[in-house]
């Protein structure tokens, strides 16, 4: 499986962690940026991961800082991204059961590493469940769609 992957300063060392972790398991992970623990503007390289989800290039993406949340925020502004911000490994299978997340959040300052990598297994191998949760998205995608033409 192809992951885009991306973080700011304060989750660059947990997106080290998280890249050797899916490279050990046979994944390819293209790593977006930051490269380094210097302070950086990080909505453009969550917003890169984003982009090669919807693009194709990647099944999943995979954002990082120090709560997760402004990167959720900046993957979530792409059309058609599903970024979740996950806690702990119910949010994780929620949010790919229940509304077919496509990128996952996670906060470096929040959460223990091995945490982290059971979170990341988690998401990475839950399914979407389908059934009523379908109607459900495709009211977010109407919403989106409406949104992007304003």
């Known amino acids: 499986m192809r992951i885009a992957i991306a973080s700011d300063h304060?989750?660059?060392?947990?997106?080290?962690?998280?890249?050797?972790?899916?490279?050990?398991?046979?994944?390819?992970?293209?790593?977006?940026?930051?490269h380094s623990e210097e302070p950086v503007d990080y909505p453009r390289f969550c917003a890169a991961a984003g982009q090669a989800v919807v693009d194709g290039r990647a099944e999943f993406g995979i954002v990082i800082g120090g709560s997760g949340q402004g990167e959720q925020i900046a993957a979530n502004k792409v059309h058609g991204v599903r970024a979740a911000l996950c806690?702990?490994?119910?949010?994780?299978?929620?949010?790919?059961?229940?509304?077919?997340?496509?990128?996952?959040?996670?906060?470096?300052?929040?959460?223990?590493?091995?945490?982290?990598?059971?979170?990341?297994?988690?998401?990475?191998?839950?399914?979407?469940?389908?059934?009523?949760?379908?109607?459900?998205?495709?009211?977010?995608?109407?919403?989106?769609?409406?949104?992007c033409r304003s």
Do not use: C, P, Y
């Not at 304060?10 to 930051?34: I, N, P, S, W, Y």
């Not at 990341?120 to 979407?128: I, K, M, N, Y």
């Open 10 to 34: 304060a989750g660059f060392r947990m997106k080290a962690l998280v890249a050797e972790h899916l490279t050990g398991q046979g994944h390819e992970v293209d790593d977006l940026g930051t």
């Open 87 to 147: 806690h702990d490994l119910t949010t994780a299978q929620l949010a790919r059961a229940h509304n077919d997340a496509n990128v996952l959040s996670l906060g470096a300052r929040l959460l223990g590493e091995t945490l982290a990598l059971a979170i990341v297994d988690t998401f990475l191998a839950g399914e979407f469940e389908g059934g009523r949760h379908v109607a459900r998205l495709e009211l977010v995608r109407e919403i989106e769609a409406e949104q």
